[in-house]
C-alpha cells in the first residue's frame, strides 16, 4: 500500500508563486509515473503535469512556462513550482502516483491541497 500526501497550498496573489509537495510512504515501487491533476468547483479534473521514472515531463497548454514538475527519489518526494500564478489556476490539486508493476496498474491518489489565486 502507498500513502500520499499534499503540502504548499495556500492563498496567493495574481503573479505569485506556490510550491506544492507530494511526499510518498508505505510500500514504494522502482517503475511508476507521478502526475499533478486539479478541480475546481463545478469543473472536472483534469490533468495538469507528469513526470515518468526516467525524468520525462509533460504539461497541459495552459500551465506551459509557468509550473514545473520533479520528484527527488530519495525523499519520495514530488514537487510542483508554480509561478506567474492566474485567478485560473485556483482549484484543489492532486498529486498521483501510478503503479505500473501490478495487474492491472494501481493508482494512488492524494487528499488534495486547495490552490486559491485573488486579488
Known amino acids: 500500500q502507498v500513502q500520499l500526501a499534499e503540502s504548499g497550498g495556500g492563498l496567493v496573489h495574481p503573479g505569485g508563486s506556490l510550491r506544492l509537495s507530494c511526499a510518498a510512504s508505505g510500500s514504494t515501487v522502482s517503475i511508476s509515473v507521478m502526475a499533478w491533476h486539479r478541480q475546481a468547483p463545478g469543473k472536472q479534473r483534469e490533468l495538469v503535469a507528469t513526470i515518468s521514472g526516467s525524468g520525462s515531463t509533460n504539461y497541459v497548454d495552459s500551465v506551459k512556462g509557468r509550473f514545473t514538475i520533479s520528484r527527488d527519489k530519495a525523499k519520495k518526494t514530488m514537487y510542483l513550482q508554480m509561478d506567474s500564478l492566474k485567478p485560473e489556476d485556483t482549484a484543489v490539486y492532486y498529486c498521483?502516483?501510478?503503479?505500473?508493476?501490478?495487474?492491472?496498474?494501481?493508482?494512488?491518489w492524494g487528499q488534495g491541497t486547495q490552490v486559491t489565486v485573488s486579488s
Open positions: 498521483k502516483l501510478i503503479d505500473y508493476t501490478k495487474l492491472p496498474p494501481r493508482t494512488y
